[in-house]
Each structure stands twice: as C-alpha cells, then as structure tokens.
C-alpha cells in the first residue's frame, strides 16, 4: 500500500463583486457617516465665508484701519494658520498611529479630541473680532485697535486650523481602500461648505438691507456714499451676523458632528474596513511616514496644485466686495446678493459633481473648472460699470466652476494619500502653503502702488490674477499626471535598504499580519487565513496600483 499525500483542496475565490455589494440598511449606515462628515466643518464654512468675504472691508470701512493695517491683519492670521497646520497635521496622525487595529473606528475616534479643541477655540475668538467695538472703546488709537483684532485673529486662526485638519484627515479613515467613498466625502463636505456660505450670505443680505434707516439716524443729510457703502455705523450688523455664525456652528459642529461620529464608528465601524490599511501595514512611526511623504516627487507637485486651486477661490471671494462697492459702484447689499448668487449656483452644481468627476476623471474635470474660472475671470475684468447687473451670470459662472474645482482638487489630495498614512501631515503641509501664499498676496496686494484707480486695480485683482493663478495650476495637474504615486512605507523602506518589519525584503511585497501579497501578481506568498478580508485587501491593493491619479 502506498500513501499518498493528500491534496490540500483549494478554496474557490469569493466574487469580487459580490464583496462590493453593500444591503440597503448598510447603505444607509454609510449615507449617515457621510452626512455627519459633513456637519463637522460647518463652523468652520460659516466664520471662513464671513472671514474672506468681509475681513478685509469690514477692517477699512467699518473699524476705519487703514489698508497696510488691514492687510496685515489678514497676513497675521494667514501666518498663524500656516504653521498650525503641520504641527497640528504631526500630532493628529501620532494620536491616529495609536489607534487599536482591532476596534473599528478607532482611529477615526483618537482624531477627534483634535478636532473639539479647535472647535471650542473658534466658538470662543470669533466673535470677539465682531462683538466689541473697538472704535468705541480705544478711540483714535490705531495700535490698540489693532492690537484687539490682532489677539483675537490669532486665537481664531489656530483654531480654523485644527480643526480643518483633523476633519480632512478623517477622509482616508472613512473610506479605506474607496475611491468613490472619498469623491463622495468631498462632495459632502463641500456642499456643507457652500450651504453654510449661502446661509451667511443670506443671513448679511437680510442685515445690510434693513440697515439703512438705521445708519442715518435721522439725519436728512446722510450722503448717498453712506447710505449704499459700509461705514462704521454697520458694525452693529457684523455683530448679529457673528452671533448667528457661532450660535449656528456650535449647533452643528460642536453637538451633532461630535457625538454622532463617536456613535456611528463605534456601532457602525465595521463598515469603514479596517482602521490600519494594509498599504500603512505595522507601519506607526510619525516621523517615518513624514520623511517617506518628504521623499515623494509627486507630493510636491499636488500641494502646488492645491496651493493655487485655494489661492485662486480665495482671492476672488476676499476682493470681491471692494470690486462690487468700488468698481462698479453697486450697493452695499451686493456684497451679499453676488455671493449668495455664486454660491446658490456652487450648491446646485454639488448634484452633478460626483457623476462629472466619475464620467470625465479627476484630471480632466479640473481641466473642465479651469477653463470656467479663466471665463469668469476675464468677464469680471470686462463687466462696464454702468451694466453691473452682468456680474450676477458671472458669479453663477464661477460658482459651478469653483466647485468642480475644488471637489477634483480635493479628490486628487485624497487620491495621492490613498490608504498610506501620514494623511494630516499631507493636508497639513498642503494648508500650509495655501494659508500662506494667500497672505503673503493680500498683504502684497494692500500694499502696491500700481498708478491706477481704484476701479481698475480691483479689475486687476479679480481678473488678471486669478487667470494667470488657473493657468500655473493646471501646469501642476499636468505635471501630475507624469510622476507615480507612492506606493507603501515598505517600498521607501527598500529604497533605503532597510527590512520590513517581518524581517524579508520588501521589494513589490506589501507585509500584513496574516500573509504577504505580491504587489506584481497580487498572489499570496505564503500560507494565510483565506477569507473574506484577504480578498478584501488584495482587491483594495489592485485599485491603489491599477489606477492612475
């Protein structure tokens, strides 16, 4: 009798797409963790759309500073925000690294401690920039004036900041291994964003068109100026609108966002895979991932292109009120009727955002908002002031662009990242730069003699700049499109001939807990618990490397 060794049976490969399939109630699991993803910066929405909207003319005509006073204000708290952001970024992702693999939701949970401190620092400072005037109180002293805004600038600045970065990088460990999960997390955020802004907007159209009766006080001789331009008389309308702006935000972002997110990763966690991509793998080091993401060509090229995506959307929304009030001479109400138009038309493109991104691919839908915004542009620098009303299809114009824009921006972040880790840091060095290339062009801007009116330098401002601020950043898309993505810690760990923590070399081998996958052939290596999480994480592993940005 021989004997025979017996056949190890194979086990028939799950469908792929079976595992795709999601039942209906875990649909509508996800659809609540997205939503309450997009009540987290919605304070954060509502002080920016009043920040870079009316900062800038409320520090002239309103607390009466001068323009270099203004503009260093704007710079200040662009600086501060700057360098919170990658510190901020650091720690979120050392406090994130701490997190149980073995508990669903759990890195998502060790981000928000981050995320509720910068939100309690918001609520506190911003009103103070509104709340008390500080005309009244300081008189003609210019520097203790400025000193007031500037305590408070700052406060609020380190605040806006943690908390933008600790919600971003909550993208990546909502949507492990999910492209369409990201896209669809970044629409949501964005159109909160733009509902927030169409509320302030509403909420300043409402202030600044009953206002008049009260700045005249009576007086028959108000001139027509101070009847249709802000004047000091109308801080008393910036200190409601501050009031309804924190009240608002703490509502949403404060109650709802933090205790919904902490309920829904703890009873729904499972849904959002496992918290440790096995792209990061035992990968925990800070310090590590920071210097991979340091060494990647293409992490340069994409904050490039995010700096001047934010840059270009900044700097229109800051001047365009100085255009509509000293340009083409409109009322004061116009500094709320213009956004709310582009804005209400952001908002109505967010509904067919999603499907333009997925139809035409991030590149060539960021191509697509390009060319929208450099036709917005050169229609505001061409708008005659006597047929102002053509401002208003103008902003539409730009508000559909903007938000395919920034969605695809923002998506094209999301893509670099992948499951890799280090994601505040990214989001953070890319804040970074975008905080301060804005300052750093406003202060420049405030500062500038160009020998002109003030009609045609906002002309300039509005439309020469962000055209030739569009066409730099498509260069970077381009560039882009030419540089590879990083692929793992493991493969940085290679190129510096170091081991993977299993002890084998690592070159186009990505090492998990329970097995090793080729990253060529995408087969197991050796022998590992076959079930349905392998299939999982090989099948998230073949779209990272499958799909290009």
């Given at each position: 009798m021989t004997d025979e060794t017996p056949v190890k049976e194979e086990k028939p490969l799950i469908d792929v797409n079976k595992i795709e399939e999601v039942n209906n109630e875990d649909k509508k699991k996800l659809r609540l963790?997205?939503?309450?993803?997009?009540?987290?910066?919605?304070?954060?929405?509502l002080c920016a759309a009043s920040w870079f909207s009316y900062m800038l003319v409320f520090f002239e005509r309103v607390a009466l500073l001068s323009g270099a006073a203004s503009g260093a204000l704007v710079l200040l708290g662009q600086v501060v925000d700057a360098l919170t952001t990658p510190l901020v970024g650091i720690g979120c992702d050392m406090s994130a690294a701490s997190?149980?693999?073995?508990?669903?939701?759990?890195?998502?949970?060790?981000?928000?401690?981050w995320h509720l401190f910068g939100s309690i620092l918001v609520a506190l400072s911003y009103p103070g920039l509104f709340i008390q005037?500080?005309?009244?109180?300081?008189?003609s002293s210019n520097i203790a004036v400025f000193m007031w805004y500037a305590v408070f600038v700052t406060f609020f600045q380190i605040g806006w900041a943690t908390v933008q970065i600790s919600h971003l990088a909550l993208i990546p460990d909502l949507s492990v291994g999910k492209a369409s999960r990201k896209t669809s997390l970044n629409a949501t955020r964005y159109a909160a964003t733009v509902l927030s802004t169409v509320a302030v907007y509403t909420v300043a159209w409402a202030l600044l068109g009953t206002a008049g009766d009260d700045s005249n006080s009576g007086d028959n001789s108000t001139s027509s100026d101070e009847t249709n331009n802000l004047t000091r008389a109308n801080h008393v309308q910036f200190k409601i609108l501050a009031t309804f702006i924190t009240?608002?935000?703490?509502?949403f972002t404060l109650l709802i966002f933090?205790?919904?997110?902490?309920?829904?990763?703890?009873?729904?966690?499972?849904?959002?895979?496992?918290?440790?991509?096995?792209?990061?793998?035992?990968?925990?080091?800070?310090?590590?991932?920071?210097?991979?993401w340091l060494h990647c060509r293409k992490f340069y090229y994409v904050g490039m292109m995010y700096m001047c995506t934010r840059l270009l959307v900044n700097m229109t929304q800051t001047y365009l009120a100085l255009y509509l009030l000293d340009t083409l001479e409109m009322e004061k109400t116009s500094i709320a009727t213009t956004p709310l138009v582009l804005y209400a038309a952001s908002l109505t493109g967010t509904a067919v955002i999603g499907k333009i991104v997925k139809k035409l691919g991030h590149n060539k839908s960021y191509a697509v908002a390009i060319a929208g915004c450099l036709a917005?542009?050169?229609?505001?620098?061409?708008?005659p002031k006597d047929q102002s009303w053509l401002i208003y299809p103008t902003a539409a114009g730009f508000g559909l662009s903007s938000s395919l824009l920034m969605v695809s921006c923002l998506t094209i972040v999301a893509k670099l990242i992948g499951d890799l880790p280090g994601s505040a840091f990214v989001y953070g060095a890319f804040s970074f730069s975008d905080k301060m290339s804005s300052g750093i062009v406003i202060m420049i801007i405030q500062t500038v003699d160009l020998g002109v009116s003030d009609e045609q330098f906002y002309r300039l401002v509005v439309g020469v700049m962000p055209a030739f601020v569009a066409v730099l950043a498509l260069l970077f898309v381009f560039?882009?499109?030419?540089?590879?993505?990083?692929?793992?810690?493991?493969?940085?760990s290679n190129n510096k001939n170091l081991q993977?923590?299993?002890?084998?070399?690592?070159?186009?081998?990505?090492?998990?807990?329970?097995?090793?996958?080729?990253?060529?052939?995408?087969?197991r290596t050796d022998d590992g618990p076959q079930n349905i999480i392998d299939v999982v994480r090989s099948t998230q592993l073949t779209d990272h490397f499958a799909e290009p940005l």
């Open positions: 963790i997205q939503v309450l993803y997009g009540t987290g910066h919605i304070l954060n929405d997190a149980d693999p073995a508990i669903p939701g759990d890195a998502v949970r060790k981000r928000l401690p005037d500080s005309q009244y109180t300081y008189g009240v608002t935000g703490i509502v933090q205790n919904g997110m902490r309920y829904v990763t703890k009873k729904y966690g499972h849904l959002l895979a496992d918290p440790q991509s096995p792209m990061a793998g035992n990968t925990a080091k800070t310090k590590d991932t920071t210097a991979m917005a542009a050169a229609a505001m620098y061409s708008i560039l882009c499109n030419r540089t590879s993505n990083p692929t793992s810690w493991e493969d940085y993977s923590p299993s002890g084998t070399p690592t070159e186009n081998v990505i090492n998990i807990s329970y097995g090793t996958i080729n990253a060529d052939t995408l087969e």
